[in-house]
């Protein structure tokens, strides 16, 4: 199943800005995890962690829980001021008068009703060593380390031997993209950072700039049947039946509404098993760096044992006393 990505957000939200200065009128909880959300005359759809867009396809089924009730008498009648993709990650805010709606569509999503700062509720109550979505408690988005091009992360020597791909998953672009933007340029995605030219890194860049300035939404079809959807040509699909809409909300309804239906606790399992496995190639990727980093010290052993005794005595120079360090060329 297709699980939308920065970019598309992105796209989302720029049809949804002609709600700006219409009001809430209403919230349904579809399912677990998928709501449906009225301002003005325009329906929107969220299935937490997977979509958030305008839709024309309005399901009748709808299940009450104290979140949506919470929510529905909060923001009654409340006008829109803005809707925003906070710190250009997979985060979406409607802000109203009186609060701000925050949909978290990473990992298994979240949906949290925020006044002044302050959590008012959530539809999942969740906690980390930085942040968590509790009632009373102060809201605060994940932290951001992400860039807005290829150029930027180059120059961070934590990344330098990463895989490409990996590297620009942290690009406000997606996977699906990112992949297409090395494949039209022949770059193996498996190919570390390090190893690419300052030429390939332009580019990455320029293809990425290209396909996000002429991003249009279309749907392959495979047999008459949607299989996928995206705002770019997709090299994968070359050959492929192809349609394209004049929204994103279009062609998402036209892709999801056709798809199988699958079985809710496996979906579930599904995007457990993606964030898990996200989760793993990053630990890989910190596992390989720590080996280098620690090979290095081994082959220089004698040298690095000699500048820590130095320290010890206070014979080496350039140590910060005040934080108990000091660094060393190898």
């Known amino acids: 199943m297709h699980v939308m990505s920065n970019l598309e957000y992105s796209f989302a939200i720029s049809e949804l800005s ?18 449906r959300m009225k301002i003005g005359n325009t329906e929107i759809i969220c299935e937490l962690g997977v979509r ?111 895989y490409a791909i990996v590297v620009l998953m942290k690009l406000p672009f997606g996977k699906q993209y990112a992949l297409e933007a090395l494949t039209r340029l022949n770059i193996d995605e498996k190919k570390p950072l390090n190893m690419l030219n300052e030429q390939e890194i332009e580019a990455i860049d320029a293809e990425l700039a290209k396909i996000r300035d ?16 995206s705002l770019a040509n997709l090299s994968q699909f070359d050959g492929f039946e192809k349609k394209e809409f004049d929204t994103l909300g279009m062609a998402a309804d036209e892709y999801y509404q056709n798809m199988d239906q699958a079985d809710p606790e496996l979906e579930k399992l599904v995007k457990r098993l993606r964030v898990q496995e996200q989760h793993l190639q990053s630990l890989i990727d910190e596992e390989k760096t720590s080996r280098e980093k620690a090979e290095i010290i081994y082959n220089n052993y004698a040298f690095v044992e000699e500048r820590i005794m130095l320290a010890r005595t206070g014979k080496l120079a350039g140590i910060d006393k005040k934080e108990k360090s000091f660094e060393i060329e190898i």
């Open 18 to 35: 002609e709600l700006i200065g219409k009001h809430f009128s209403r919230i349904r909880k579809l399912r677990e995890d998928t709501y």
């Open 52 to 162: 958030l867009h305008k839709t024309n396809y309005i399901e009748e089924k709808d299940t009450d829980d104290k979140f949506v009730q919470k929510v529905a008498k909060e923001l009654d009648n409340a006008k829109l001021l803005s809707i925003e993709q906070v710190n250009n990650d997979r985060i979406i805010a409607f802000n109203f008068h009186n609060g701000r709606l925050i949909f978290e569509m990473f990992g298994n999503g979240n949906a949290i009703l925020v006044r002044d700062g302050i959590t008012v509720c959530s539809s999942k109550t969740e906690s980390w060593s930085d942040r968590d979505t509790r009632a009373g408690v102060e809201y605060k988005t994940p932290a951001n380390t992400g860039s807005e091009n290829l150029a930027m992360l180059a120059k961070k020597p934590e990344l330098t031997d990463r």
């Open 214 to 229: 002429q991003a249009k939404p279309r749907v392959f079809y495979q047999s008459e049947k949607p299989i996928e959807f």
